[in-house]
């Protein structure tokens, strides 16, 4: 259960959906009512693809609805064909997702990318979702632990310390993404105290107790109460789940 000063938080991860900007805004309007029903318990963010980003802004505005982008490049301007820097998106967005396992799996990010991304980001003024999480073989060979806290430790440089507040961790088991097959509680409740303890060590216990740890990985309706029950857990990064505005706006109702 979320710590006293942390707010619980819903971000929605839309990938590479909708297909376009009415039906982004629709999905976006169907989600407003659970969110303005429950906005003084918790914090809702939507994360729509880059050319979707001024749409659903538009009809989030006036709203306490987050707004955030996918990703961003850590070079505010330049010859870098296809990217989109954090300073672009600051005008446009409040909200970041760097270092998602679909970003280090498909495209090579690096520990050291994924670090660059969230201090460019932190710098831009965004709130910045930092992903982290082990492959299934890791998981095997027992390595959550280690894995888990060596990404951690290679996204928290010194723009982290001095904005903890505008930073939020999510666990993400690579396994459990886009497979059905989510974390059991017991073992994303041990990895997200293993996150915590990372923050502790890194930021100091005041700085720390700022950050919101997520869980993410097929979570939905039906399993997302077993998750924010946890001590260890401020909310969850929803994928599939967060494309249909009634199961989601259900999972809303569900955190609070």
């Not at 982004?24 to 050319?51: C, Q």
């Not at 990010?109 to 660059?116: K, L, M």
């Not at 998750?227 to 789940?241: Q, R």
């Amino acid at each position: 259960m979320t710590a006293p000063g942390r707010r619980p938080l819903l971000a929605a991860n839309w990938k590479m959906n909708p297909l376009s900007a009415a039906d982004a805004v629709a999905l976006a309007r169907g989600v407003l009512p659970a969110a303005r029903r429950h906005g003084e318990r918790v914090d809702v963010a939507l994360f729509p693809p880059f050319p979707w980003l001024q749409a659903v802004g538009a009809e989030l505005e006036g709203t306490r609805v987050g707004l955030g982008a996918q990703d961003c490049f850590w070079e505010r301007s330049g010859a870098f064909t296809g990217e989109v820097s954090a300073a672009m998106l600051a005008g446009w967005c409040g909200w970041v997702i760097v270092g998602h396992s679909e970003r280090r799996t498909h495209f090579g990010e690096t520990d050291e990318d994924v670090a660059r991304k969230a201090a460019a980001a932190l710098a831009a003024g965004l709130r910045v979702v930092v992903c982290v999480g082990e492959r299934e073989d890791q998981f095997e060979a027992g390595q959550t632990e280690a894995v888990v806290d060596r990404q951690l430790t290679a996204a928290l440089g010194p723009p982290a310390v001095e904005d903890a507040g505008g930073l939020v961790v999510a666990y993400e088991p690579v396994w459990a993404i886009g497979t059905g097959r989510n974390a059991d509680p017991p073992h994303a409740d041990a990895t997200m105290r293993v996150v915590r303890r990372g923050l502790d060590a890194a930021l100091g216990a005041d700085a720390a107790a700022q950050v919101r740890v997520l869980y993410g990985g097929s979570v939905n309706a039906a399993n997302v109460r077993s998750y924010v029950e946890l001590a260890s857990c401020d909310g969850c990064l929803v994928g599939g789940a967060s494309l249909k505005a009634e199961e989601f706006s259900n999972m809303i109702g569900a955190v609070v």
